[in-house]
Every structure is written in C-alpha cells, then in structure tokens.
C-alpha cells in the first residue's frame, strides 16, 4: 500500500514538471514574440518618422541586429506571424529604410536647390537696386542740368551706359532661367513646388519686380533718342520672348494654387511696359526722320510706321518720274543714306528684336528703294540739244543750197 502511494506521488510529481516545463516554454515564446513585435515596431516608428540623415543614422544597423537576435526564434516568431513570416517582416522593413532615405535625400537635394535659388535671388536683387539707384541719381542730375548742354550730354551718355548694363544684366538672369526650367518636367516642377513653399520671394515675384521697374524708367526716361526707345523695345520683346517659353512652368512651380492668375497679372504688365515705351518710342522716330529732312506720315504703332515708309517711298519714287529733277534725286540720296547707314545699320537688329519692323518689312523697303533709285537719276538734255543743233545746222544748209540755186 505504501508502495503504491510512493509510485502515485512519483508520476504526480513527474506530470507536475511536466506540466511546469511546458508552461515555462510556452511562456518564454510568447514572450520572443511579443519582445519582437515591440522591437519591430519601434525600428518602424523610427523609419517612417525619419525627416533627415541624422534621423537614419544607424537605422540600418539596428535592422540588421534585430534580424540577428531573432533569426533563431523564427519558427516561434512565424507561428505568431501567420499568414506573414519573420523574413517578410524583416524585407518589409528594409524597404522602408531604403524608401525613407531616398525620399530624405531627394528632400535635402530640393532644399539645397532652394537655398541657392534664395541665394541667386537675393544677389540679383541687390545688384539690381544698386543699378536702380545708379539710375535714380543720374536722371535727378539730368533734371537739373538742362542749362549746362556738355554736362547734359555727358550725364545721358552715362544713363545710357547704366541702361545698357542693366539689360545685360537682366538679360543674364533670364537666360540662366531657361537654361534651368525650359525643358523641366512636371515632376520635377511638382517637387520644387513642394520644397518653394519655404521661399520668402520666387522668381515669378522677382521678374513682376523687374518690369514694373521697366515700366517706371520708360514713363521717367527723357531726353533719350530715337535708338534708346528702340532698345527698350528690344528689351521688352526678349522678356516677353523668355516670359512665353517659361511662364507656364514658372508659374506652375512657384504660383501652383494660382498658375493662371499670375501668369495673367504678368501679360498684362509686360502689356503696360510696351504701352509706356510705346508712348515715346514714335514720336522720337518721327522726329529722328525729320531731323534727316524725311517727312513722314504719322504713326502710332509698328504697323502704321510700316505703312508710313512704304508710302513716302512709293510716292517719292512716282514723283521722280513725273519731275525727273536734280533736287528729286537728292532727295532719294538723303533718304537712302540714312535709310541704309542709321535705320537698317544702327537699328536693324533692334527693330527686329522689339517688333518694330520684321526682315521681310525691311526687304520690301529695300525693293521699293530700288526701284526709286532708278526712276530718281534726272535724264540728261545734252542729246536733245546736240539734236536741235544738228537740224539747225542741216536746215541752214538746205537753205544755203537753195539760195544757190535759185
């Protein structure tokens, strides 16, 4: 009897450890898997908030200590998983590691091409208020030197220089502008919007700035020839040249909740700019002409000084033919010398870059000064008098004859 106690107390005792042992076991797996989530999820957390390099400092090499801590416990690890795997979850999160840092260098790549935009912008825009104010100082000297005409001449000589500079320097930034957003893709413009966000002022700004600043020194600018308005209108022509090819992708990327307002408010400045220009640039061409002794009709506008051209040559020319006079050719002389010499020599390229005349208008000029150059020369008389002379001389003869004769 005690026997049989001491043989039940023994397999008790055996099912008791048993039963402990696989208590403990099933204790210490649930524990790796919930350790293991808690570490997984935490290295998640880190990816995914990551904003910077310094945040995936050595998240790369946490990911790789946590596959090696738990790689053995795997089998417990898929049991929780299920359908999922320790190894998924370990790619899972290896991919966002690799998603996380190239969006963060595409990031600070964006902000870096910011900061130099910023920078590029505010070196440009310094450099234009110095010539701003170079420009302000010079026009309050003219102002005051009109009784002093070589002091005059040589502070419009100087404006004209600080004009010129300006245009080039302008020109310059436009020109580093198409280089950079002509063939940008909408991509990339989604990006750079994203990142332009930040910029206290952006390019569109900048070149509103720009022509409103155009349009002050037209309406201001005076005693200025006829070859300085045409600058201006040649100026005007390549930013509104710059503004077509360009003015959908800047907008698009720096104005993106109001592309189509600005790129309105833009047309209808560089509009004004023209109108300003425009306001000065025909009466000093008239006037350019008639200081030349060229009379022409009046003309308020590209086409107009076309027509105004066409018909004093024409008409110049019919009026060489009905007369045929010495003073007839001088005229056409005149016209031609400063046609050739100051409008197509010192203008040409002006003209044709601010839409003032094309080529083609120029080359039917140039046709129809042809033919008034052939009808210009006046036809000599010496033949018809040696022709007089000559019947004076065989009449007289025949009357000799004829006394003789009779």
Do not use: C
Request: hydrophobic fraction near 40%; glycine fraction near 4%; proline fraction near 1%.
């Amino acid at each position: 009897m005690k026997k049989s106690i001491q043989q039940t107390l023994s397999i008790f005792a055996a099912l008791l450890f048993v039963i402990s042992s696989t208590a403990v076991a099933q204790q210490s797996d649930y524990q790796i898997q919930q350790d293991f989530r808690a570490d997984y999820s935490e290295l998640v957390n880190r990816v995914d908030n990551a904003v910077s390099s310094d945040d995936l400092q050595g998240l790369n090499a946490d990911i790789d200590a946590l596959e090696a801590d738990y790689s053995e416990y795997s089998s417990i690890i898929n049991a929780a998983l299920y359908p999922e795997t320790f190894s998924q979850r370990i790619e899972d999160l290896r991919n966002r590691y690799t998603a996380s840092e190239q969006n963060i260098t595409v990031i600070e790549e964006l902000n870096e091409r910011i900061r130099g935009l910023m920078d590029e912008l505010d070196g440009f825009r310094n450099q234009l208020s110095d010539l701003d104010e170079e420009q302000a100082n010079l026009k309050e000297q003219l102002d005051r030197s009109s009784a002093n005409e070589r002091r005059q001449a040589a502070l419009i000589r100087q404006y004209r220089e600080n004009l010129e500079t300006r245009d080039q320097f302008v020109t310059e930034f436009l020109e580093n502008l198409m280089t950079k957003y002509q063939s940008m893709d909408a991509a990339t413009q989604s990006e750079i919007a994203d990142a332009a966000e930040r910029m206290e002022d952006n390019p569109v700004e900048v070149l509103k700035t720009i022509i409103a600043e155009y349009t002050n020194t037209a309406n201001q600018s005076s005693d200025l020839a006829a070859g300085d308005y045409l600058a201006m209108r040649a100026q005007h022509g390549y930013f509104a040249d710059v503004w077509d090819r360009i003015g959908d992708r800047l907008t698009n990327t720096f104005t993106p909740d109001s592309p189509v307002q600005e790129r309105q408010e833009v047309s209808d400045m560089l509009a004004a700019w023209q109108a300003s220009i425009d306001n000065k640039l025909w009466n000093s061409l008239s006037t350019a002409f008639n200081q030349n002794g060229i009379e022409l009709g009046s003309f308020t506008s590209a086409s107009t000084f076309f027509d105004a051209l066409g018909i004093y040559v024409r008409e110049s020319s019919q009026q060489a033919v009905e007369s045929n006079s010495e003073e007839d050719y001088e005229v056409y002389r005149n016209f031609a010398n400063f046609w050739n010499s100051t409008v197509k020599g010192q203008w040409g390229e002006l003209m044709i870059q601010g839409n003032v005349l094309s080529t083609s208008e120029m080359a039917e000029i140039d046709v129809e000064l042809g033919t008034w150059g052939e009808n210009a020369p006046a036809t000599s008389n010496l033949m018809f008098i040696l022709f007089l002379v000559s019947l004076a001389v065989i009449i007289g003869l025949v009357v000799l004859l004829v006394t003789k004769k009779n």
